[in-house]
C-alpha cells in the first residue's frame, strides 16, 4: 500500500496552490486536458459502438476460432505502445495503400485529433469488450429464450432483456476504456505530438522545465483519473448490490 500511495501523495502535495491555481489558468494545459477528454470520449464511444456486438457475440456463440479472436482482442494490452504508434503509422502512411486511400479521401492520421483517437480505440477497447463480455455472460440465456417464446425477436430480445440486465459492465466497460485511453502516451507521442494531450504536455514540461513546471499538470490529469475511478467503484458497489438481491 505504503508503495503505491507514497508516490502518489508526494504528487499531489507536492505543488503549491499557487501553482496548481496557475496551471488550471493556462491555456495551453486546459486545451491539452480538455482534448484528452474529447479524444478518449471518443475513442470510448467508438468502442461502444463496435465493441458491443463483437462482446455479445463472444459472450452468446461458440464458433470456429472463438479464441483466436479473444486473443487478438487482448494483444493490444500486451504490446509495447511506442509499438502501437509505428505500426499504425506505416499502415496509415504514404507508403501504405491504406494509407495512400486515406489521404485521397483527406483524412490525415498523423499529427491530427483523428490519428489520436485511432490511437486510443487501438489500446482501449480491450478493456471495453472484456467488461460487456462478462456483463452479457451474467445474464442467463433462458432469459431471451423465454422473450423469444413469448414472440419476441431477436433485436428486441436483446433490447428488452439482456441489455437492461448488462448496462452497469457496459458502463464500467466505456469508462475503463476512457480511463486507459486518458492515461496512454507512447503511442500518441508517436501518432500524434501536436496537438498535445495532457500526458504528451506532462512530458513535454518535465523534458524543458523539470518537475516544478510539470507535476501540477500531472497531479489535474490524476484528479480527472480518480474521477473516473471512483465513478467505476460506484457502478460496482451498485452492481453487486443488485446481484445480492434476492
Known sequence: ?????????????????ESMGETLADADVRRAVGLSLL??????????????????????????????????????I????PVVGIAILGLTGRNHWLGRALQSLGVQIMGTVTGIIVVLVFVGLPFYVNAAKAGFQSVPVRLEKAARTLGATGWQAFWRVTLPL???????????????????????IIVAYHPMVAPVMIYERFTAYGLKYSQPVAVWLIAV?????????????????ALDRP
Open 39 to 76: 479524444a478518449s470520449g471518443a475513442a470510448a464511444g467508438i468502442s461502444l459502438l463496435f465493441g458491443t456486438p463483437l462482446a455479445y457475440l463472444l459472450a452468446r456463440r461458440e464458433f470456429p476460432g472463438r479464441k483466436v479472436v479473444e486473443s487478438l482482442i487482448d494483444l493490444p
Open 225 to 241: 483519473s480518480l474521477f473516473l475511478f471512483l465513478l467505476l467503484r460506484l457502478i460496482s458497489r451498485r452492481e453487486e448490490a
Open 78 to 81: 500486451m504490446i509495447p505502445h
Open 166 to 188: 448488462a448496462w452497469r459492465s457496459i458502463l464500467s466497460g466505456v469508462i475503463m476504456c476512457m480511463a486507459r485511453a486518458i492515461s496512454e502516451f507512447g503511442a500518441v
Open 1 to 17: 500500500m505504503a508503495f503505491i500511495l507514497l508516490p502518489l501523495a508526494q504528487m499531489i502535495f507536492a505543488p503549491s496552490l
